[in-house]
């Protein structure tokens, strides 16, 4: 019988310096639009569930920035292109 070690996972472990803990409910939950700082933990929520690759922060983004524009049209806010909505995201991660 093979004895396997599982290591235990705390909050701490999941929390990001300045956002706080990732967001695993998706945004259309909020009754109001969603904060930049919500949006940035939906983000890393996204981004921790694929492997860490320039591919995986573009999809995470697109994930996010669908979620976010849905939210907007539902609440007839104007929006941007999609493509300036990825740079924002980038520019506040980075």
Same mark, same amino acid.
């Given at each position: 019988?093979?004895? @396997? ?26 009754? +109001?639009?969603?904060?930049?700082? +919500? ?37 007839? @806010? ?14 506040? +991660?980075?």
């Amino acid at each position: 019988m093979q004895l @396997v070690e599982t290591m235990t996972t705390t909050r701490h472990d999941d929390e990001i310096f300045l956002i706080g803990h990732r967001d695993h409910e998706s945004l259309e939950r909020l009754k +109001q639009l969603p904060t930049v700082k +919500q949006v940035l933990q939906r983000f890393h929520h996204h981004f921790s569930e694929q492997t860490v690759t320039r591919v995986a922060v573009r999809n995470a983004s697109h994930l996010t920035v669908d979620e976010v524009l849905s939210l907007w049209s539902k609440a007839a @806010v104007p929006t941007t292109l999609k493509k300036a909505c990825h740079r924002q995201i980038g520019k506040v +991660q980075y």
